[in-house]
């Protein structure tokens, strides 16, 4: 999860990037295995994250479930 927290989270958050390249460029199998991982370890698929990330811009937060 490392890796997604590093590289996978700031491309996720890019609307122009398709989550599944942003998978490939991190290194999981496919599309399902980086939601199924980021679901586990963050309670957030790429695309509610990318919608989370939308919205807290407009209000100041970083709309990350950690601390990054």
């Known amino acids: 999860m490392r890796g997604v927290r590093r590289t996978g989270t700031p491309a996720c958050t890019r609307t122009d990037t398709v989550i599944a390249a942003v998978a490939e460029a ?25 919608t989370d990330r939308a919205e807290a811009a407009t209000s100041g937060d970083d709309g990350l479930p950690f601390d990054a």
């Open 26 to 50: 991190c290194g999981f199998a496919d599309q399902s295995h980086l939601t199924l991982t980021m679901r586990r370890h963050l309670g957030l698929t790429p695309g509610a994250l990318r």
